[in-house]
């Protein structure tokens, strides 16, 4: 197994990668976001693996919260303008480095960390400037399967998709 060209942690934001990067709000000031549960597979995918799964967002909502709870993320950071610090401060806790990280962003907040980590991707509809800055862009759009596929690919090229699969009984 190719288990070295894994990543040792998988980041991610939320807002126009796990959502459509729509905030909808009723008439009485509720705040909704509509999450793919395709992207699930792909935490999955990483804990069968035991790589741990981080979302740095700059929002901060008790909708992520309980997504992240259901789904029990590892590292959930909520409210932050500087994701790269954060980031950079999660690596020295767990002893890696910023190239041993995969992280898929979509957005001007986003930029400093794509450009850190070893591995980088946005979503098919981020802005054409930020697609240009990473090393892989999904086909899915966010909030249609773009986390579950940017996991995919990390899979895919680390050549352990196939036995992954396998376990779901699938192939």
Not at 41 to 59: D, M, Q, R
Not at 108 to 118: I, R, S
Not at 129 to 152: C, M, P, W
Request: aromatic share 8%.
């Amino acid at each position: 197994m190719i288990e070295q060209l894994l990543p040792k942690l998988v980041l991610t934001d939320i807002d126009g990668v796990w959502t459509d990067a729509g905030m909808y709000y009723d008439q009485t000031g509720n705040e909704w976001k509509k999450f793919s549960t395709s992207d699930s597979a792909g935490v999955l995918f990483c804990k069968h693996l035991s790589i741990p799964v981080g979302i740095i967002t700059g929002e901060d909502t008790d909708i992520v919260k309980r997504r992240s709870d259901k789904l029990r993320i590892d590292y959930l950071y909520q409210g932050i303008q500087d994701k790269l610090s954060v980031a950079t401060a999660l690596c020295q806790e767990l002893n890696i480095r910023l190239s041993e990280v995969a992280y898929i962003g979509d957005d001007l907040g986003d930029v400093a960390l794509l450009k850190a980590v070893g591995f980088s991707a946005a979503p098919a509809n981020a802005p054409e400037y930020i697609r240009n800055l990473v090393h892989y862009s999904t086909q899915k759009s966010g909030g249609d399967g773009a986390f579950r596929e940017f996991v995919e690919e990390i899979l895919q090229r680390a050549g352990v998709l196939s036995a992954v699969l396998s376990h779901y009984q699938i192939g």
